[in-house]
């Protein structure tokens, strides 16, 4: 195989891998966000269990509450993902 050849194909493995992580992201691959969520929007319970169910929260952008959001999203909100 000469040398082009493997650097295209090289290429087209690494293009492929980066594009694989921008399309679950695309699709709505979620974690927990903590930190980010306002009072009586969140899901499900604390991390203390504080409350047993999602739209419990009694505080704005508590640490221990959190929001199912995609990694990208929660970075940009500065939350913190688990």
């Known amino acids: 195989m000469s040398k082009k050849r493997r650097i295209?194909?090289?290429?087209?493995l690494v293009g492929t891998l980066g594009a694989s992580l921008s399309v679950a992201d695309a699709?709505?691959?979620?974690?927990?966000?903590?930190?980010?969520?306002?009072?009586?929007?969140?899901?499900?319970?604390?991390?203390?269990?504080?409350?047993?169910?999602a739209g419990q929260s009694k505080k704005d952008y508590d640490p221990l509450d959190f929001k199912l959001l995609p990694k990208s999203t929660c970075d940009q909100l500065g939350g913190e993902q688990a």
């Open 8 to 12: 295209f194909i090289a290429s087209a």
């Open 27 to 53: 699709y709505g691959v979620k974690g927990k966000c903590y930190s980010v969520v306002e009072a009586g929007q969140n899901n499900c319970s604390s991390k203390t269990r504080a409350h047993a169910c």
